[in-house]
């Protein structure tokens, strides 16, 4: 799990963590910071997201996302009421696997994330 921040302009997210997630498509987190970061939910694109055990509405959104170690950038995000008042994340292919080389070490309990380019490296143990 990282630490991480939404932004959108000025108004930004409190640190709240995010579950690396390989099986998530997209960046999702719950609708509450859409709010928190002042995002009209009538002005977003709907969807939905199916996973183990869910199917759950979604509405998409650009946002800056920030994790320390690793930066700051934008990212078509799904925000869902499934997950309000959870404040956790999930960073899924698009927006995170992307961008980062990840790397996961089961028995070490181990995960780490880089960027070849520009030498980030964030480790924290698994589990």
């Known amino acids: 799990m990282c630490a991480v921040t939404l932004r959108n302009g000025r108004q930004r997210t409190g640190s709240f963590l995010s579950l690396i997630d390989t099986g998530a498509d997209y960046c999702l987190f ?9 995002i009209d939910r009538s002005t977003l694109r709907p969807g939905t997201v199916q996973g183990v055990s869910i199917d759950a509405g ?3 959104a650009n946002v800056d996302l920030a994790i320390e170690g690793l930066g700051e950038w934008t990212v078509y995000a799904g925000f869902s009421d499934y997950w309000r008042g959870q404040h956790v994340g999930f960073l ?6 992307d961008r980062f080389t990840v790397s996961f070490d089961y028995r070490k309990r181990k995960c780490e ?10 480790s924290a143990p698994n589990g």
């Open 30 to 38: 719950p609708s509450d910071y859409l709010e928190e970061i002042g």
């Open 92 to 97: 899924g292919q698009v927006g995170f696997f």
């Open 58 to 60: 979604v509405l998409y």
């Open 113 to 122: 994330v880089s960027d070849e380019a520009d030498s980030n490296l964030l």
